[in-house]
């Protein structure tokens, strides 16, 4: 049976389309998905990511036992977080996911909800030796995210701690609403924001604070689906859509968190190592419908009559009032510009290799 986030009952009140997704049943949308999207673009938006799964890492090995696990290196400051893959020895990859490390030898790990189940096993088997206490605190933590433009100055209202002095990826562990709460500059829309990680019991009081003081900003709640548009819009990949255990950080241009230049050794390596010296056959990029038609996963891609890759991830980009997408390519027909066609039901329409992100303008930092 799907479970109910500590934010069920607001989504109901709300009038939310409601689906199941990744064990949850979640708001999909509120009203239309266009305006939600866009008020994140131009206002501030709150999500309900209650869904997402949370594990503590803690202990004098904690640092070692994450850079034996991931890809990216963990000795970040205390304070700051990390994006980063996590492989299986053939490189394909187990999840992406966020890393916040909250005190010397105290770490964070937010994964994917769909994933929660799998890394669980996968995390705690490769515990070995090292000197920590891994639990799984998914159930008792619930996630609120503003973002948009606005979203500093909304979450101002909410609590004391000086927002200025949290940089892009970092985080403070403070109140907000009188809650207690991790607070992240963190994000998954390109826009500036703030992600709050507080228990669940206090998720509705976070929740109704937040829509109480974003009335002054317009603020409007967000579902899943203006998620999926605004991550598409600047390039972010989906697990399970752009990458899964068949893809590889090297072929889906993650390799900036894929630390082979240092000494650490994580799982994944030995292959990573001999894609970066061999190269990949395949590369993800981005693609812009030139014209009429919107591509979607599964779209097959061609040059000619030649299938040369497969779309991931497609939908209109409603701020860029055009469709695009993600997809894999034959590593030579990965530069920007190179023309390919989309078969969509046997109707072949245009598309170019584009750089990402399609959007620019949002207001990260």
Known sequence: ?????????????????????????????????????????????VFDLSHMGEFRVRGKGAREFLDGLLTNNADVEPGKAFYSAMC???????????VYRLADDDYLMVVNASN?????????SHAGTCDVRITNESDETALVAIQGPKAQELA???????????????QVQGKVA???????????????????????????????????????FGIVPVGLAARDT???????VLYGNDIDHS???????????????????????????????????RL???????????????????????????????SMAPALNTAVGLGYVEKGLSKAGTALEADIRGRRIPVSVSKTPFYTAGTRR
């Open 88 to 98: 299986y020895p053939d490189a394909g990859i187990v999840d992406d996911l966020i």
């Open 116 to 124: 929660i189940d799998k890394d669980w096993a996968w995390v705690t």
């Open 247 to 281: 893809t590889s950080p090297l072929e889906a241009k993650l390799g900036w968190v894929v630390k082979l230049a240092t000494d650490k050794d994580f799982v994944g390596r030995d292959v990573l190592r001999r894609q970066k010296e061999d190269g990949t056959s």
């Open 178 to 216: 009188g809650c207690g709460a991790v607070i992240a500059r963190t994000g998954y829309t390109g826009e500036d924001g703030f992600e709050f990680y507080v228990q669940a019991a206090d998720a509705p009081a976070v929740w109704d604070a937040v829509m109480k003081a974003g009335q002054d």
């Open 284 to 314: 993800l990029v981005g693609l812009k419908v030139e014209g009429k038609g919107i591509i979607r996963h599964g779209t097959e891609l061609y040059q000619g009559g030649r299938r040369v890759g497969v779309v991931t991830s497609g």
């Open 230 to 236: 605004l991550r598409l819009e600047v390039g972010y």
């Open 156 to 170: 101002s209202r909410l609590t004391t701690e000086n927002l200025d002095a949290i940089a892009y990826y970092a």
């Open 1 to 45: 049976m799907d479970k109910e986030t500590p934010l069920y009952s607001r989504h109901v009140a709300l009038g939310a389309h409601i689906e199941p997704f990744a064990g949850y049943l979640m708001p999909i949308r509120y009203g239309s998905v266009i305006e939600e999207h866009l008020a994140v673009r131009r206002g501030v938006g």
